[in-house]
């Protein structure tokens, strides 16, 4: 296989060809908790639509804990391939798989021990609480699927290429509509069935990936004798993933507040933090596609040293990625009746879910912010910073926060909405100044001008 240089060629050019695959993979892959909540929305009750939005917000406790990892692996095999040094490529390639594999294991492990008691803990509607644990149970047995396909798209992106990932999660996605359609619709399976689509679709997303790439003569032979984990490296790879998993966790922790809060307000509320919940990722996506290409891109361009490039990659990438929130927010704010009625044609729900709509949607303009300066912090290996600053906004702002309104306005959706807004806001000012300090004190204002 080709490699892909990052670090030459047009920055513009280079940046949205490394992106724009990013995001159509990021779409589709919004897409399976999207077309799951779908599905059981038209052809099921109002505690299945609840069970599934529970459901997913502590199934994405694993894939928060995995990103730092992910991302960590990404960012050290793009500075090997920016330094050239191929050999400590394959070497961090058999390692990452070797540690995603073991952390798979434990994660199903806790997650089949604790999965009864955590959901007690976000007081889980009663009439859907059977439901709940039928989908985060199935789902829980995919662990080693979900992070065996986050674990090669990690290592391809670091690469370099973001097309065949893309092309990976297309695969997943196409197989998992089809399941949830087949075991929803025609065998009434219900949420299990939508559980059971995900974890199929993964797993074929994963095997067809690992034959694609062995076919292509890969730098890496998926060999049994390649699964070495090497000490030094998986000390990088904490050193580097661990912080940005910490504060993955801390952010899940403090949404899984907020879920409990609203549970505590009946199964309406409950079903619209799922619906806004994948909202969220939709209006997101520009912003977490933009973060982990400028990660990936930084990396490589430090790795060369090549900082000036990296530098202005950020600016025309920030610039990119708001043009596409900012469309999300339009529509919340203009008619977020159809936007709710996509998912639920629940007259109670959309009635519930409108002011939390129209509130909670400003957090797609300043998440994008926080999110493209952390990723080209994250490329830059600062991720301790990343993590002081996402761990200190989850538990210091927004667990109060959710607290103190979630007391005194428990009904009002529209002021629980805000907080989400309120907390980024402040989250992108200190970042903004951060990377701009950082931007003066290592001479970016003489590299901005060169390629």
Same mark, same amino acid.
């Given at each position: 296989?080709?490699q892909?240089?990052?670090?030459?060629g047009?920055?513009?050019?280079?940046?949205?060809?490394?992106?724009?695959?990013?995001l159509?993979?990021?779409?589709?892959?919004?897409?399976?908790g999207?077309?799951?909540l779908?599905v059981?929305?038209?052809?099921?009750?109002?505690?299945?639509?609840a069970?599934?939005?529970?459901?997913?917000?502590?199934?994405?406790?694993?894939?928060s804990?995995?990103?730092?990892?992910?991302?960590?692996?990404?960012v050290?095999?793009?500075q090997?391939?920016?330094k050239?040094?191929?050999?400590k490529?394959?070497?961090?390639?058999?390692?990452?798989?070797?540690?995603?594999?073991i952390?798979?294991?434990?994660l199903?492990?806790?997650?089949?021990i604790?999965?009864?008691?955590?959901?007690t803990?976000?007081?889980?509607?009663k009439?859907?609480f059977?439901l709940?644990?039928?989908?985060?149970?199935?789902?829980?047995?995919?662990?080693?699927?979900?992070?065996?396909?986050?674990?090669?798209? %990690?290592?391809?992106?670091?690469?370099?290429d973001?097309?065949?990932?893309?092309?990976?999660?297309?695969?997943?996605?196409a197989?998992?509509?089809?399941?949830?359609?087949?075991?929803v619709?025609?065998?009434?399976?219900?949420?299990?069935?939508?559980?059971?689509?995900?974890?199929?679709?993964?797993?074929?997303?994963?095997?067809?990936s690992?034959?694609?790439?062995?076919?292509?003569?890969?730098?890496?032979?998926?060999?049994?004798?390649?699964f070495?984990?090497?000490?030094?490296?998986?000390k990088?790879l904490a050193a580097?993933?661990?912080?940005?998993?910490?504060?993955?966790? %801390?952010?899940?922790?403090?949404?899984?507040?907020?879920?409990?809060?609203?549970n505590?307000?009946?199964v309406?509320?409950? %079903?619209?933090?799922?619906?806004?919940?994948k909202?969220?990722v939709?209006?997101?996506?520009?912003?977490t596609?933009?973060a982990? %290409?400028?990660?990936?891109?930084t990396?490589?361009?430090?790795?060369?040293?090549k900082?000036?490039?990296?530098?202005k990659?950020?600016w025309?990438?920030?610039?990119?990625?708001?043009?596409?929130?900012?469309?999300?927010?339009?529509?919340?704010?203009?008619?977020p009746?159809?936007m709710?009625?996509v998912?639920?044609?629940?007259?109670?729900?959309i009635?519930?879910g409108?002011?939390?709509?129209?509130?909670c949607?400003?957090d797609?303009?300043l998440?994008?912010?926080?999110?493209?300066?952390?990723?080209?912090?994250?490329g830059?290996?600062?991720?301790?910073?990343?993590?002081?600053s996402?761990?200190?906004s989850?538990?210091?702002?927004?667990?109060?926060?959710?607290y103190?309104?979630?007391?005194?306005?428990a009904?009002?959706?529209?002021?629980?909405?805000?907080?989400?807004?309120i907390?980024?806001?402040i989250?992108?000012c200190?970042t903004l100044?951060?990377?701009?300090?950082e931007g003066?004190r290592?001479?970016m204002?003489?590299?901005?001008s060169?390629k």
């Open positions: 296989m080709k892909n240089n990052l670090t030459e047009s920055i513009l050019k280079t940046l949205l060809f490394f992106a724009i695959p990013f159509i993979a990021n779409i589709l892959q919004s897409l399976y999207a077309v799951d779908f059981i929305g038209k052809y099921c009750n109002a505690e299945s639509v069970a599934v939005s529970t459901g997913t917000q502590v199934t994405q406790i694993v894939t804990l995995i990103t730092g990892l992910t991302l960590g692996s990404t050290l095999i793009g090997y391939m920016g050239k040094e191929y050999e490529v394959k070497q961090m390639i058999g390692t990452t798989l070797t540690v995603f594999a952390t798979a294991v434990c199903t492990v806790l997650m089949l604790f999965e009864k008691p955590l959901l803990l976000l007081h889980t509607p009439e859907s059977q709940t644990m039928q989908y985060v149970a199935i789902c829980t047995l995919g662990n080693i699927f979900i992070c065996g396909y986050n674990a090669i798209s %990690a290592i391809l992106r670091g690469y370099g973001s097309t065949r990932p893309m092309v990976f999660v297309g695969v997943a996605c197989v998992n509509i089809a399941l949830d359609f087949l075991f619709k025609f065998c009434g399976m219900g949420v299990s069935g939508t559980a059971l689509a995900t974890i199929i679709s993964q797993a074929v997303s994963m095997i067809a690992i034959v694609y790439l062995k076919k292509k003569q890969f730098i890496f032979d998926f060999r049994l004798s390649g070495k984990p090497v000490g030094k490296l998986v990088e580097v993933g661990i912080p940005i998993s910490f504060q993955e966790a %801390a952010v899940r922790i403090s949404f899984l507040y907020l879920m409990t809060v609203m505590e307000c009946g309406y509320a409950a %079903a619209v933090v799922g619906i806004s919940s909202y969220d939709f209006a997101m996506l520009s912003a596609s933009m982990n %290409a400028l990660a990936a891109l990396a490589q361009n430090i790795g060369a040293g900082p000036g490039r990296a530098w990659s950020l025309y990438g920030l610039t990119f990625a708001l043009v596409i929130s900012g469309l999300f927010w339009v529509w919340a704010q203009w008619n009746q159809s709710i009625g998912f639920s044609d629940d007259r109670n729900v009635e519930a409108v002011p939390f709509f129209r509130s949607s400003y797609y303009i998440v994008t912010l926080v999110f493209c300066l952390n990723g080209y912090l994250n830059r290996q600062k991720t301790v910073w990343t993590m002081v996402c761990t200190a989850a538990l210091l702002l927004r667990i109060p926060m959710v103190f309104f979630g007391k005194y306005y009904n009002h959706l529209g002021i629980l909405g805000k907080i989400a807004p907390v980024s806001g989250m992108a200190y100044i951060f990377v701009l300090y003066y290592n001479g204002r003489e590299a901005f060169k």
